[in-house]
């Protein structure tokens, strides 16, 4: 975004804006425009105030525990050098998931040019935000060291690029929430002056951002997939499952924030939006479950010592059996989840779709985490069973950061709605204070 | 420490009086700093001639290095570590275990050396497994570190930098030996631990929330010493030496022209199908020298 002295009239390349007259220079509108957005972050009903406040607790909470896990050391967490990841990488994965299947909304919005969907597409734009700051709190506070964690950052630390994975992976993260960073401060500040966005601005950085969300998915699988070591994730079709299980997910989560959104603020939309998340979900969880169901005949239908972990996640090794209940509570939730969806008046019914999509975002939760990441070390590489659950620790911290971007989703939406909606606007504020 | 350097004089006169009789020899002593005698060293081929080659360039320090050295990321020059482990000799007595704990000051909840007990199928007999590091030429650990804490040197060995590993564990997740540990709580390491400057040739004094694992004991061979491990092994069934030289040495002074060792006694490498390349060979457990594991024998 170019700046520019005040009183200076837009630039050539901005179409000018629906208000009538000169707009007023980037130097006085932006800090404005922050300032607003600063004031929609804070101030809101009482039941904004109590949801905020119960997140902060819970996010305190988790704060807390880090804190002593820091302090004292991982040994606070219930992993061992046999089950060297737990919780917190599972819910990495799920998380990059979440945010890889808000581009779901942006596709429709933008590639087959859906106007209702083009109008609430900023929803999925801001879940990306949020979900990739879970993502970096969830592997941050998986960090032995946390405070080295600047040796990750290229150029002042020793980045195995490009070897490492891992390095991979910083970078696409980083860079998509780079990208719906740009993108949604863009639009929400040219609403906000009331000005027609540049296309030149932020079109190219969305199609941009499209193909970036299926890298985002496919570089966290490959962090699994490429490891010789553990048979249950060397698979190539690691990538296409999370991309599958991610397009149910996410819009999954979006669904039910529409819905809660439809309730409890004055956004107003048509059913369009939502039938066509549904439409999408009754196809992706089918593909989830077709691919789910393929690798399970191949695991168990093979035999042999490379598929003891896939035996250990569905019926129990050698009477070890702690995450059982675990993968068949996702199965049920999922299967009941595509029955539910299969139903053609789902969307009219936000009961059944609120239970669909729970199901479906829970289900998957376990899936692509739990029953994703531990496994893949039961039984060990020598053998050995040691089993894991996560210890009270990680679950307080794994809670602190679903409040944390739970608050940072609020946050944004609290912020880019009204300012989206028009509602909100440089020209409403000078008129407001006349 | 004098004793276990009396004993590797000794094993170097062995290993002198078998180069007389033609069975090769191991001189780790070249690695020793100041040794060096100038610009050609002699040397035992497998034939059992002796000849003149290149010494190693530039003075081999005898110190361990610290984290920061240029060389420490290098090795030790013109080396190639390697070693043999004989499944017929092994009684897992576990005394291998022991030496290596004994000099990392490793905490009694994890072991850079295991000693597995390995039964391939139901009707075959049951036998002992030394496990140390395998230092891989081929490391699936070395390719996931996204810090470049943990590496590769010329001298066939991998380290890890403690002061620079994160502690993301993507190495652990990456091993398919299981050979690494991680400092999950504060270590407590002894006094005699701590009063040394950190080196990653040795390990210690350990880093909470880092990962370690058997280091093939490179400080000692500076000093022209075998590791902890095969020094400890009263059955001299871990050998030890130098690819280059095409031998290895036991504890008990014997040393063996490593190709042909491989060769006679079918050598191999556990999960070769990996394509890890590891850089420790094992010999089967056939004419074992020592009763077969019952099935109360202790594990791992």
Same mark, same amino acid.
């Given at each position: 975004?170019?700046?520019?002295?005040?009183?200076?009239?837009?630039?050539?390349?901005?179409?000018p804006?629906?208000t009538?007259?000169?707009?007023?220079?980037?130097l006085?509108?932006?800090?404005?425009?922050?300032?607003?957005?600063?004031?929609?972050?804070?101030d809101?009903?009482?039941?904004?105030?109590?949801?905020?406040?119960?997140l902060?607790?819970?996010?305190l909470?988790?704060?807390?525990?880090?804190?002593?896990?820091?302090?004292?050391?991982?040994?606070?967490?219930?992993?061992?050098?046999?089950?060297?990841?737990?919780l917190?990488?599972?819910?990495f994965t799920?998380m990059?998931?979440?945010a890889?299947?808000?581009v779901?909304?942006?596709i429709?919005?933008?590639?087959?040019g859906?106007?209702d969907?083009?109008?609430l597409v900023?929803?999925?734009?801001?879940?990306?935000?949020?979900a990739i700051?879970?993502c970096?709190?969830?592997?941050?506070?998986?960090?032995?060291?946390?405070?080295?964690?600047w040796?990750?950052?290229?150029?002042?630390g020793?980045?195995n690029?490009?070897?490492?994975?891992l390095?991979?992976?910083?970078?696409?993260?980083?860079?998509?929430?780079?990208?719906?960073?740009?993108?949604?401060?863009?639009?929400?500040?040219?609403?906000?002056?009331?000005?027609?966005?540049?296309r030149r601005?932020?079109?190219?950085?969305?199609?941009?951002?499209?193909?970036?969300?299926?890298?985002?998915?496919?570089?966290?699988?490959?962090l699994?997939?490429?490891?010789?070591?553990?048979?249950?994730?060397?698979?190539?079709l690691?990538?296409?499952?999370?991309?599958?299980?991610?397009?149910?997910?996410?819009?999954?989560?979006?669904?039910?924030?529409?819905?809660?959104?439809r309730?409890?603020?004055?956004?107003t939309?048509?059913?369009?939006? +939502?039938?066509?998340?549904?439409? !999408?979900?009754?196809? %992706?969880?089918?593909? =989830? $479950?077709?691919? &789910?169901?393929?690798?399970v005949f191949?695991?168990l239908?093979?035999?042999?010592?490379?598929?003891?972990?896939?035996?250990?996640?569905?019926?129990?090794?050698?009477g070890h059996?702690?995450l059982?209940?675990?993968?068949?509570?996702?199965?049920?939730?999922?299967?009941?989840?595509?029955i539910?969806?299969?139903?053609?008046?789902?969307?009219?019914?936000?009961?059944?779709?609120?239970?669909a999509?729970?199901?479906?975002?829970?289900g998957?939760?376990?899936?692509?985490?739990?029953?994703?990441?531990?496994?893949?070390?039961?039984?060990?590489?020598l053998?050995?069973?040691?089993?894991?659950?996560?210890?009270?620790?990680?679950?307080?911290?794994?809670?602190?950061?679903?409040?944390?971007?739970?608050?940072?989703?609020? +946050?944004?939406?609290k912020?880019? !709605?009204?300012?989206? %909606?028009?509602?909100? =606007? $440089?020209?409403? &504020?000078?008129?407001?204070?006349? | 420490?004098?004793?276990?350097?009396?004993?590797?004089?000794?094993?170097?006169?062995?290993?002198?009086?078998?180069?007389?009789?033609?069975a090769?020899?191991?001189s780790?002593?070249?690695?020793?700093?100041?040794?060096?005698?100038?610009?050609?060293?002699?040397?035992?081929t497998?034939?059992?001639?002796?000849v003149?080659v290149d010494?190693?360039?530039?003075?081999?320090?005898?110190?361990?290095?610290?984290?920061?050295?240029?060389?420490?990321?290098?090795?030790?020059?013109?080396?190639k570590?390697?070693?043999?482990i004989?499944?017929?000799?092994c009684?897992?007595c576990?005394?291998?275990?022991?030496?290596?704990?004994?000099?990392?000051?490793?905490?009694?909840?994890?072991?850079?050396?295991?000693?597995?007990?390995?039964?391939d199928?139901?009707?075959a007999?049951p036998?002992?497994?030394?496990?140390?590091?395998?230092?891989?030429d081929?490391?699936?650990?070395?390719?996931v570190?996204?810090?470049?804490?943990?590496?590769k040197?010329?001298?066939?060995?991998?380290?890890?930098?403690?002061?620079?590993?994160?502690?993301?564990?993507?190495?652990?997740?990456?091993c398919?030996?299981?050979?690494?540990s991680?400092n999950?709580?504060?270590?407590?390491?002894?006094?005699?631990?701590?009063?040394?400057?950190?080196?990653?040739?040795?390990?210690?004094?350990?880093?909470?929330?880092t990962v370690?694992?058997?280091?093939?004991?490179?400080?000692?061979?500076?000093?022209?010493?075998?590791?902890?491990?095969?020094?400890g092994?009263?059955m001299g069934a871990?050998?030890?030496?130098?690819?280059?030289e095409?031998?290895?040495?036991?504890s008990l002074?014997?040393?063996?022209?490593?190709?042909?060792?491989?060769?006679?006694?079918?050598?191999?490498?556990?999960?070769?199908?990996?394509g890890?390349?590891?850089?420790?060979?094992?010999?089967?457990?056939?004419?074992?020298?020592?009763?077969?594991?019952?099935?109360?024998?202790?594990?791992?």
């Open positions: 975004m170019s700046s520019q002295a005040p009183g200076v009239s837009p630039a050539p390349g901005l179409t804006g629906l009538p007259g000169v707009s007023p220079g980037h006085i509108t932006y800090p404005r425009f922050i300032a607003r957005s600063l004031r929609l972050a804070t809101g009903s009482p039941l904004f105030y109590g949801w905020m406040i119960l902060t607790a819970v996010c909470v988790g704060v807390h525990s880090w804190a002593t896990q820091v302090r004292d050391g991982m040994i606070m967490t219930n992993m061992t050098d046999h089950v060297s990841w737990g917190y990488i599972a819910n799920f990059v998931g979440v890889a299947g808000a779901m909304m942006v429709p919005a933008y590639l087959y859906d106007d969907m083009h109008d900023i929803i999925g734009e801001i879940l990306a935000i949020a700051t879970m970096i709190a969830f592997v941050s506070v998986d960090l032995g060291r946390p405070d080295r964690f040796h990750m950052i290229p150029g002042i020793r980045f690029w490009p070897m490492s994975i390095t991979w992976d910083v970078l696409v993260l980083n860079g998509y929430l780079m990208l719906n960073l740009h993108i949604t401060g863009y639009l929400l500040y040219m609403r906000f002056r009331g000005q027609r966005p540049a601005w932020y079109l190219p950085f969305v199609y941009l951002s499209i193909a970036w969300a299926v890298s985002i998915h496919t570089v966290t699988a490959f699994y997939c490429g490891l010789p070591s553990r048979p249950l994730w060397n698979t190539a690691m990538a296409p499952r999370f991309l599958a299980s991610a397009f149910v997910s996410g819009p999954a989560f979006i669904i039910l924030s529409l819905l809660v959104l309730r409890f603020s004055d956004v939309f048509g059913d369009r939006p +939502i039938r066509t998340l549904v439409n !999408i979900m009754r196809i %992706t969880i089918l593909i =989830s $479950l077709l691919m &789910l169901a393929s690798e191949t695991e239908y093979t035999g042999g010592s490379h598929t003891a972990s896939a035996q250990y996640l569905y019926f129990g090794l050698h059996n702690a059982v209940p675990w993968i068949w509570t996702s199965v049920a939730l999922t299967i009941i989840a595509a539910l969806l299969m139903i053609p008046s789902v969307h009219k019914r936000p009961g059944m779709l609120v239970v999509c729970v199901f479906a975002f829970v998957l939760w376990i899936e692509k985490g739990m029953g994703l990441i531990v496994p893949a070390f039961i039984p060990s590489t053998h050995e069973i040691v089993e894991y659950l996560p210890s009270l620790t990680e679950w307080r911290v794994t809670a602190g950061i679903w409040a944390l971007g739970l608050m940072v989703f609020t +946050i944004a939406l912020i880019g !709605i009204p300012i989206f %909606t028009g509602k909100e =606007s $440089l020209a409403n &504020l000078r008129e407001s204070q006349t | 420490m004098s004793a276990n350097r009396r004993e590797f004089l000794r094993n170097g006169v062995l290993a002198l009086g078998a180069a007389a009789t033609g090769g020899a191991a780790l002593a070249r690695a020793q700093g100041g040794a060096s005698t100038g610009g050609k060293v002699t040397a035992l497998v034939e059992g001639k002796l003149e010494a190693p360039e530039g003075q081999t320090p005898a110190r361990a290095l610290g984290p920061g050295d240029p060389e420490l990321r290098k090795g030790i020059p013109g080396r570590f390697i070693m043999v004989d499944l017929a000799k009684d897992g576990g005394e291998c275990i022991n030496s290596c704990s004994k000099m990392h000051f490793i905490p009694p909840d994890r072991q850079w050396i295991k000693v597995l007990r390995m039964q199928s139901e009707n007999a036998y002992f497994f030394p496990q140390p590091c395998y230092h891989c081929n490391p699936p650990c070395t390719k570190c996204p810090v470049d804490a943990t590496f040197r010329e001298d066939g060995i991998v380290l890890i930098d403690n002061e620079r590993c994160v502690g993301c564990r993507f190495c652990m997740a990456a398919p030996y299981q050979a690494r991680f999950w709580g504060h270590p407590n390491d002894p006094a005699e631990a701590l009063a040394q400057p950190y080196s990653p040739e040795y390990g210690y004094p350990r880093k909470t929330g370690e694992k058997c280091d093939f004991c490179p400080d000692m061979a500076r000093q022209g010493k075998l590791p902890a491990c095969v020094t092994c009263p871990i050998y030890y030496g130098d690819q280059n095409d031998a290895v040495t036991n002074g014997k040393t063996q022209p490593l190709s042909r060792l491989l060769r006679d006694r079918a050598g191999y490498r556990q999960m070769e199908e990996l890890t390349e590891p850089r420790v060979y094992y010999l089967p457990p056939v004419n074992r020298q020592y009763p077969a594991p019952d099935e109360t024998a202790k594990e791992g």
